[in-house]
């Protein structure tokens, strides 16, 4: 059930053009040599009670917003607990959710589970290629070596499209590398906000598949140029774990120098310019969601530091880190933004 969910949910991903916002999406593919070493490492990752980094302060006229950054994965065996953010949560009048973007197909969720057959049939190679059949051979021999020893003989994978095989072998390589995806600092944030009775105020751009069944069945037919996110993964998955997990530990004591020492090189990039460049994602109007995500949490930031004498937000560490990232924004609007190590 768990990986069925998964699919479904990649899936509308590729058919919005959208990939996730809690993925800090800055850094550049490194090339990295086919016959490049795999080293099996200890996970050295902390675990126990962590705090997390500090606060970015947003301020105009005695009104403040408070701003956790958020990273992606991190250690799974930590327990992150911040006794400035409980407090700063507390003194909040609002808890503005970092942006996302979700599919709407208009049928309600009983009949839209009826989709679910036609979904993870759509994430298998048009006219029934297999991996081997459209990624260059250097990839699916690299590709070979990390199924097996990430992901073991499923044969089933093989037959899939390479974003998706892509995504199943990177999170079966996290798995294996103590490092969780789980989104564990906002489910704890939100319940902090629950219990101080601050509202939660989600910034959510919806996107709706007015005829779902066709756009599947268009998906099914058409090909998309995905072996670059293909070969940025296994880029990842060979060469950078063990920056991941530097990463996380940064986060998880609150390193942020470090954080920006050792900027997040991940393959969403890639993922998502062959899916927001591709003619599907243009037809069904999908291939600006993320801009408008970005400009609709812009404004809900302002209104916030409008109405609210103290406020509390959440973003993913690549929208406070990379070029021109949103407190850059703020900081053109005339607001003045302290980072965490400033303040």
């Known amino acids: 059930m768990r990986r069925g969910r998964f699919f479904v949910g990649l899936l509308l991903w590729v058919l919005t053009g959208t990939g996730s916002l809690a993925a800090q999406e800055a850094g550049q593919a490194v090339p990295v040599p086919s016959e490049a070493p795999i080293t099996d490492l200890e996970a050295m990752v902390v675990s126990g009670v962590q705090p997390g980094p500090g606060l970015w302060k947003v301020s105009r006229q005695g009104h403040t917003l408070w701003v956790l950054g958020t990273a992606a994965p991190l250690p799974k065996r930590m327990e992150w607990r911040s006794k400035e953010v409980e407090d700063t949560i507390a003194q909040s009048q609002e808890l503005l959710l970092a942006p996302t973007m979700t599919v709407s197909?208009?049928?309600?969720?009983?009949?839209?589970?009826?989709?679910?057959?036609?979904?993870?049939?759509?994430?298998?190679?048009?006219?029934?290629?297999?991996?081997?059949?459209?990624?260059?051979?250097?990839?699916?021999?690299?590709?070979?070596?990390?199924?097996?020893?990430?992901?073991?003989?499923?044969?089933?994978?093989?037959?899939?499209?390479?974003?998706?095989?892509?995504?199943?072998?990177?999170?079966?390589?996290?798995?294996?590398?103590?490092?969780?995806?789980?989104?564990?600092?906002?489910?704890?944030?939100?319940?902090?906000?629950?219990?101080?009775?601050?509202?939660?105020?989600?910034?959510?751009?919806?996107?709706?598949?007015?005829?779902?069944?066709?756009?599947?069945?268009?998906?099914?037919?058409?090909?998309?140029?995905?072996?670059?996110?293909?070969?940025?993964?296994?880029?990842?998955?060979?060469?950078?774990?063990?920056?991941?997990?530097?990463?996380?530990?940064?986060?998880?004591?609150?390193?942020?120098?470090?954080?920006?020492?050792?900027?997040?090189?991940?393959?969403?990039?890639?993922?998502?310019?062959?899916?927001?460049e591709s003619g599907i994602a243009r037809k069904f109007g999908a291939d600006t969601l993320r801009q408008q995500s970005l400009d609709l949490w812009l404004s809900k930031a302002e209104a916030a530091l409008q109405k609210n004498t103290t406020s509390f937000g959440l973003l993913p560490l690549g929208l406070l880190l990379e070029p021109g990232n949103l407190m850059d924004r703020l900081k053109a609007k005339g607001y003045t933004v302290t980072a965490p190590e400033e303040g």
Request: charged letters at 30%.
């Open 105 to 276: 197909t208009g049928r309600g969720m009983f009949r839209s589970l009826f989709l679910v057959p036609s979904l993870l049939k759509a994430r298998k190679n048009p006219d029934g290629k297999t991996l081997q059949d459209v990624v260059p051979p250097d990839q699916y021999a690299r590709w070979s070596v990390l199924k097996a020893r990430y992901i073991g003989r499923d044969k089933g994978v093989e037959s899939w499209r390479p974003v998706f095989a892509a995504a199943e072998l990177y999170e079966a390589a996290m798995k294996r590398s103590a490092l969780s995806m789980d989104n564990v600092v906002r489910e704890e944030v939100i319940k902090q906000a629950k219990r101080a009775g601050v509202p939660v105020t989600a910034s959510v751009v919806t996107f709706t598949l007015d005829d779902p069944k066709a756009a599947i069945k268009e998906f099914q037919r058409t090909g998309l140029q995905d072996t670059a996110c293909f070969a940025r993964t296994l880029d990842v998955i060979e060469t950078d774990i063990e920056a991941m997990r530097e990463r996380a530990n940064a986060w998880a004591v609150g390193d942020i120098q470090a954080l920006r020492r050792n900027p997040q090189r991940d393959q969403y990039s890639a993922c998502m310019a062959a899916v927001s």
